[in-house]
């Protein structure tokens, strides 16, 4: 339940879930586990590194099954949905028409060409890692996690810091706002990320589902 000066909107009054996790099993830098039960289910994973090579490694052998179940089905569906709404995402010109004369996949391919020298080389590392370890195309990982560029998806977005948080702490949150057909619901995921480099950054959370990397 929210605290604050605004009369719009119902409470959140469902009851927060405290159980323990359940270790499932663990590996070298990673441990996996499920918490809640029915519906509310979802897994934990932590993953510990030097690289992103070695989040990845840990991440894709912990959910190899779960990675390798959901790729093809939400691929598959953002596909279609991508196809058949080429017109209304307001692509430049000569962008869609490589979409619509080469196909998604090529699009999304050379899309990476154009952004790879703005994202860090460790972001790949881990793509490779997932890839390696649950035996998939590393292509195919790439693809999906560029989906956001050619939809031009919208996020939800909030900040919380002074009295909103304990110790006045700033929080932030970016959530991506995807539809639920293509499935991703079905295979929710916290990763935990501690790195063991500065290069690395600070320890933080990503809240996805089975196969999206930091």
């Given amino acids: 339940m929210c605290g604050n000066d605004t009369s719009h909107g119902d409470p959140n009054l469902n009851p927060i879930d405290d159980s323990p996790p359940k270790l499932i099993r663990t590996v070298e830098n990673g441990s996996l586990y499920t918490v809640g ?25 912990l959910l190899k099954e779960q990675i390798i179940q959901l790729q ?35 699009a999304l391919d050379f899309q990476n060409t154009l952004v790879e020298g703005y994202i860090d080389k460790e972001i790949y ?8 370890a649950a035996n998939i195309d590393y292509r195919a990982i790439r693809r999906l996690h560029m989906l956001g ?53 600070h320890a933080f959370a990503n809240v996805a589902w089975a196969g999206r990397y930091s």
């Fill in 149 to 201: 560029e050619i939809t031009r998806g919208r996020c939800s977005l909030y900040g919380l810091w002074g009295n909103s948080t304990l110790g006045g702490k700033t929080l932030q949150l970016r959530a991506l706002d995807w539809d639920t057909k293509g499935g991703l619901q079905d295979f929710p995921v916290v990763t935990i990320y501690h790195p063991r480099s500065p290069k690395l950054g």
């Fill in 125 to 132: 590392e881990e793509i490779r890692g997932i890839a390696d």
């Fill in 72 to 106: 093809p089905i939400a691929w598959a569906h953002f596909e279609q949905q991508i196809m058949d709404e080429l017109d209304k995402l307001k692509l430049p010109k000569w962008f869609e028409e490589i979409v619509a004369s080469k196909g998604l996949a090529f």
């Fill in 37 to 61: 039960s029915g519906e509310d289910q979802f897994w934990l994973v932590h993953v510990w590194g030097n690289t992103g090579y070695d989040y990845g490694f840990a991440y894709g052998t």
